[in-house]
């Protein structure tokens, strides 16, 4: 079992930046995939990030097209934090953000999920 409480939303302006945290409960967190998805009002929840740990030494991320470059993920394993870092913040990235965790990418969607963080975004 594993829960999720996410933090960090909230108002900010056209360029601005913010960061998201996931704090993670239950042995499996670590050694499972993180991902953030969002779902803005009326649409449908869209991936936004993953990240896997080899069990070793490496992290490997995923991005959508249109956070790459301005969206990192991280996973801190020791304190069971996930975050978002996000840049050059745009009116459409204005959403609701959930963050996620299942044990491949492939299983996040009948994975575990937070309540979800709300972004807006003011242009």
Known sequence: QVQLVESGG????AG???RLS???SGSA?????????????????RFVAAIEWNGINTYYTYYAEDVKGR????KDNAN?????????????????????????IA??????????TQVTVSS
């Open 16 to 18: 601005d930046s913010l």
């Open 22 to 24: 996931c704090a993670g």
């Open 80 to 104: 069971n934090m996930g975050y978002l870092q996000m840049n050059s913040l745009k009116s459409e990235d204005t959403a609701v953000y959930y963050c996620a965790s299942a044990p491949t």
């Open 10 to 13: 909230g108002l900010v302006q």
């Open 29 to 45: 967190f670590g050694r499972n995939v993180l991902a953030w998805f969002r779902q803005a009002a009326g649409k449908e929840r």
């Open 107 to 116: 299983s996040l969607k009948s994975g575990y999920w937070g309540q979800g």
């Open 71 to 74: 969206f990192t993920i991280s």
